[in-house]
């Protein structure tokens, strides 16, 4: 979910492969898979790598990715030989990413399905090793509706399985700025976000394995973020 609207109950998803079930990732793909022309290959973000370590680390094949927008990390991972379920809140942008993942030679390896992470999660019990979630959880989502959606998270992971997110933080030059909405999110330039504090990603991290809290900074401003990976106990 790149940007707030009004809440989509059901969920489109298109029907590319099922992912097999598997515990280890496959062997990466080869880097020199043929691109057509125009095909630009976009770089992930860092926490996307970070986030692709911990998977690797964990053994983790099967990756959900909540609010993939275009599906720069997405792509990442399936060229790291995940198979990737991914969800947004825009049709446009998952179509985007099916034509990219064609066009890498990954269709195989991605499956797209339009979701509201208000609703529940549009998958079955412990059926996938990772999950990551860039900047999704600090949009206009309220606190409960955050401990609802962590909650999805660990149903749909299996023992051992790795939650890896990014926020902006109560540390952030926009925090307190623009108008405030209550619970900590604030809208600036007609864009409302939701400042964690250490005690919401501890709060969020209950009943979990809390591994590491890393701050680190992006894009204007410059953004100041979290990037949090937690597991579910064996």
Same mark, same amino acid.
């Given at each position: 979910?790149?940007?707030?609207?009004?809440?989509?109950?059901?969920?489109? !998803?298109?029907?590319?492969?099922?992912?097999?079930?598997?515990?280890?990732?496959?062997?990466?793909?080869?880097?020199?898979?043929?691109?057509?022309?125009?095909?630009?290959?976009?770089?992930? &973000?860092?926490?996307?790598?970070?986030?692709?370590?911990?998977?690797?680390?964990?053994?983790?094949?099967?990756? *959900?990715?909540?609010?993939?927008?275009?599906?720069?990390?997405?792509?990442?991972?399936?060229?790291?030989? /995940?198979?990737?379920?991914?969800?947004?809140?825009?049709?446009?942008?998952?179509?985007?990413?099916?034509?990219?993942?064609?066009?890498?030679?990954?269709?195989?390896?991605?499956?797209?399905?339009?979701?509201?992470?208000?609703?529940?999660?549009p998958l079955p019990d412990a059926s996938?090793?990772? &999950?990551?979630? /860039?900047?999704?959880?600090?949009?206009?989502?309220?606190?409960?509706? *955050?401990?609802?959606?962590?909650?999805?998270?660990?149903?749909?992971?299996?023992?051992?399985?790795?939650? &890896?997110?990014?926020?902006?933080?109560?540390?952030?030059?926009?925090?307190?700025?623009?108008?405030?909405?209550?619970?900590?999110?604030?809208?600036?330039?007609?864009?409302?976000? /939701?400042?964690?504090?250490?005690?919401?990603?501890?709060?969020?991290?209950?009943?979990?394995?809390?591994?590491? &809290?890393?701050?680190?900074?992006?894009?204007?401003?410059?953004?100041?973020?979290?990037?949090? !990976?937690? !597991?579910?106990?064996?």
């Amino acid at each position: 979910m790149r940007r707030s609207g009004p809440v989509r109950r059901g969920a489109a !998803t298109h029907d590319l492969p099922h992912p097999a079930p598997l515990r280890r990732p496959a062997p990466p793909l080869a880097a020199h898979l043929p691109r057509p022309p125009g095909h630009v290959r976009r770089p992930a &973000v860092r926490p996307a790598l970070r986030a692709a370590e911990a998977f690797r680390a964990a053994g983790a094949g099967r990756v *959900l990715e909540l609010g993939a927008g275009h599906g720069r990390d997405t792509l990442h991972f399936a060229r790291a030989g /995940h198979t990737v379920h991914a969800t947004d809140f825009a049709a446009q942008g998952l179509a985007q990413l099916r034509a990219a993942a064609r066009a890498e030679g990954l269709a195989d390896r991605v499956r797209t399905t339009v979701h509201d992470v208000r609703a529940p999660l549009p998958l079955p019990d412990a059926s996938v090793d990772g &999950v990551y979630a /860039h900047m999704l959880l600090c949009m206009a989502l309220s606190t409960g509706e *955050l401990r609802a959606l962590v909650e999805e998270v660990r149903r749909v992971l299996t023992p051992g399985g790795v939650f &890896v997110y990014t926020v902006r933080h109560t540390g952030d030059a926009h925090y307190g700025a623009g108008t405030a909405h209550g619970d900590d999110i604030y809208e600036h330039g007609g864009f409302a976000v /939701h400042f964690f504090s250490r005690a919401l990603v501890d709060e969020l991290a209950h009943g979990w394995v809390l591994h590491g &809290v890393a701050p680190f900074e992006e894009g204007e401003l410059p953004r100041r973020l979290w990037r949090v !990976t937690q !597991t579910v106990p064996r």
